[in-house]
């Protein structure tokens, strides 16, 4: 099972990105899938998750309004749309995926990508 995200780079406050994330290697019906974050010297942190349907999604108070989750399930893949950027939003995005319904502890998903460093200057 592999996980690929793609999309991070260096953007200046108040632009935008979207990021991507590539499922393959097995079927991910009935997995929920995420995007967590770290940033230098924190601990990794939930952004936002959505069920397989796309038919629940949660996000961090940090981002909502800004970011926007989504995924083509047929193409095996999830989107995270990212608004209004703050440097603080700075941090590298990892995807994750578990099966079963959303969840915010990065200890309860089961696969994770790579990440993909997001940079935001002021």
């Known amino acids: 099972v592999q996980l690929q995200a793609s999309g991070g780079g260096l953007v200046q406050a108040g632009g935008s990105l979207r990021l991507s994330c590539k499922a393959s290697g097995r079927t991910f019906s009935r997995y929920s899938m995420g995007w967590f974050r770290q940033a230098p010297g924190k601990e990794r942190e939930f952004v936002t998750a959505?069920?397989?349907?796309?038919?629940?999604?949660r996000y961090a108070d940090s981002v909502k309004g800004r970011f926007t989750i989504s995924r083509d399930s047929a193409k095996n893949t999830m989107y995270l749309q990212m608004n209004s950027l703050k440097p603080e939003d700075t941090a590298v995005y990892y995807c994750?995926?578990?099966?079963?319904?959303?969840?915010?502890?990065?200890?309860?998903?089961?696969?994770w990508g790579q990440g993909t460093l997001v940079t935001v200057s002021s």
């Open positions: 959505i069920t397989w349907t796309g038919g629940s999604t």
């Open positions: 994750a995926a578990r099966y079963g319904e959303i969840y915010s502890l990065t200890s309860s998903y089961d696969y």
